[in-house]
């Protein structure tokens, strides 16, 4: 079975533009969640999605901005992209209803590897 | 608020050596859960434990194990016969049941077992 796909793997970016990351979540899960990971720290929460509806919002710019379609699928857009915004863009998914905070087990995918230069 | 301390920032241990990561967590949650993910090269983060606030036995599964604390907030992890298969960051993680619907982390301990 397939894991949680991301794409692409790396991106390099101007300051500026504008960024689309993509995540595919394990067949049958219906929960997503973005992490940002900056280099040197541990992963911090950006959004959770669940059918299709925002369960959960981490402390992050209007820039940032997910949705999620009718096949779970999901993007991750960033505008007006900062040098600040390199990282490591990380999804995970999971099958029950409720995010992290209910105990859900979360997959995660190996990430998509921004640079903003 | 939640917060995760890993004071160790990077540990180097000789292959065969038992390794014990330090995680201290914060929250004001009676309810909560307790992560520990493994983080190699590749980027993914794979899941390696999962524990809630009721449950404080300890836990081993092959070589590694896990000891929950809650008198001194503390979650930590053993690696018993580290192999160089095991070098890799390890994030301990908290979730609870009333703060935001995700997952906080350490900053990571990076192990490193020398052959």
């Known amino acids: 079975d397939a894991g949680v796909t991301q794409s692409p793997t790396h991106l390099i970016k101007t300051r500026g533009q504008h960024v689309t990351l993509r995540c595919s979540p394990i067949?049958?899960?219906?929960?997503v969640s973005w992490y940002q990971q900056v280099l040197g720290q541990g992963p911090q929460f950006i959004f959770q999605?669940?059918?299709?509806?925002?369960?959960g919002r981490g402390n992050f710019p209007d820039r940032f901005s997910a949705r999620q379609f009718p096949n779970y699928s999901s993007e991750l857009n960033v505008n007006a992209l900062l040098l600040g915004d390199s990282a490591l863009y990380l999804c995970?998914?999971?099958?029950?209803?409720?995010?992290?905070?209910?105990?859900?087990?979360?997959?995660f995918g190996s990430g998509t590897r921004l640079t903003v230069v | 608020a939640q917060k995760v301390t890993q004071a160790q920032t990077e540990i180097s241990v000789v292959e065969k050596e038992d390794v014990t990561l330090d995680c201290v967590y914060e929250t004001r949650d009676t309810t909560y859960y307790l992560f520990w993910y493994k983080q190699p090269p590749s980027g993914e983060l794979v899941f390696l434990i999962r524990r809630n606030s009721f449950d404080e036995q300890n836990e081993i599964s092959g070589r590694y194990s896990w000891n929950f604390q809650k008198s001194t907030s503390s979650f930590n992890f053993t690696i018993t016969a580290s192999q160089v298969v095991d070098s890799a960051v390890y994030f301990c993680a908290l979730s609870t049941a009333e703060g935001a619907n995700n997952l906080f982390f350490g900053t990571g301990t990076r192990l490193t077992v020398i052959p």
């Open positions: 999605y669940y059918e299709k509806e925002e369960r």
């Open positions: 995970a998914s999971s099958s029950t209803t409720g995010g992290a905070g209910s105990g859900a087990l979360l997959t």
């Open positions: 067949s049958g899960h219906k929960s």
